[in-house]
C-alpha cells in the first residue's frame, strides 16, 4: 500500500486517471463539476480498489472527492 493520507491518495487517482492536473479538488468538489461522468468515476472507483486493496460496492456511486474518501476510509477501518 501506498504512503500519504486517503484524501491525497484519492486525488493522485483522480488526476492520473482523468486528466484533473489543473483543477483543484477539495473534499466538497462535486466529481461531474470537474468533468467526470460516470464512466470515469467506475474507473477511478476500480483503481481506488487496486490502490487500497479493498472491494467497493459496484452500486456505490460517490459524488464527492469528500464521499470518496468516506467511503474509502469506511472500508479501510472494516480490514
Partial sequence: MAEGNTFDRIVAI???QDG???VEL???TRLADVGLD???TVE???ACEDE????IDAES???TVGEFITLVDGLLAEK
Fill in 20 to 22: 484533473l492536473e489543473g
Fill in 14 to 16: 483522480l488526476r492520473e
Fill in 61 to 63: 456511486n460517490p459524488q
Fill in 52 to 55: 487500497f486493496d479493498i472491494e
Fill in 26 to 28: 477539495t473534499p466538497e
Fill in 44 to 46: 477511478a472507483v476500480m
Fill in 38 to 40: 460516470s464512466l470515469a
